[in-house]
């Protein structure tokens, strides 16, 4: 088992920044991806930012220029720096890796428990 714990989320105004953090531990042998991505109220969960562990990153639509991922693989940490935040992207963000806990095993899903963003204007 896998478990990620976020830390960051708080209340920012419309303009402001915000670092979350999301850091892994237990059996883990590899993780092949890691990322973000957020809920808000009434909406599906929506990709933010996905990079592997080459450091290829993926972007949610309309994601990429105001956030940036970064990743420590010998960590198993993985950061979202988020500029010029908007009441839209209030949202319940989730980090979320792809791990092996073996070395011939198969990669599992992994979620953590979501810290609240919320951008006032």
């Known amino acids: 088992q896998v478990q990620l714990v976020e830390s960051g989320g708080d209340l920012v105004q419309a303009g402001g920044s915000l670092r979350l953090s999301c850091a892994a531990s237990?059996?883990?042998?590899?993780?092949?991806?890691m990322g973000w991505y957020r809920q808000a109220p009434g909406k599906q969960r929506e990709l933010v930012v996905m990079?592997?562990?080459?450091?290829?990153?993926n972007y949610g639509d309309s994601m990429e220029g105001r956030f940036a991922i970064s990743r420590d693989n010998a960590k198993n940490t993985v950061a979202l720096q988020m500029n010029s935040l908007k009441p839209e992207d209030t949202a319940v963000y989730y980090c979320?890796?792809?791990?092996?806990?073996?070395?011939?095993?198969?990669?599992?899903?992994?979620w953590g428990q979501g810290t609240q963003v919320t951008v006032s204007s």
């Open positions: 979320y890796a792809a791990a092996q806990s073996t070395h011939w095993g198969r990669a599992y899903d992994y």
């Open positions: 990079v592997n562990s080459g450091g290829i990153t």
């Open positions: 237990g059996s883990i042998f590899r993780i092949n991806a």
